[in-house]
């Protein structure tokens, strides 16, 4: 299991559950994991050529157990209806 915010596996202190193309994505410990991949997104699509062709598809990932979103979105919803939330 990954923690959504210190990318590392729970059971092991050392490494991390997040590649960046073809390392290990160390340094973004502490970050939101849709934070990053949007941001990657971004960073990927503002950098392109645009007169090459660009496809780019983006599946967030953090929409399961165990609830790990920042506060903000977390307090969109009612605690009685979502009893993982709060």
Partial sequence: MCDHYTQKFKECDHAVDLWDSFAPGHGMNGTYGDYM?????????NSHDVSTPLFYYLALQVAHDPVESPARFQAEYDPSTCPDVG
């Avoid at 991949?37 to 699509?45: K, M, P, S």
């Fill in 37 to 45: 991949y949007v941001g990657r997104a971004v960073e990927t699509i």
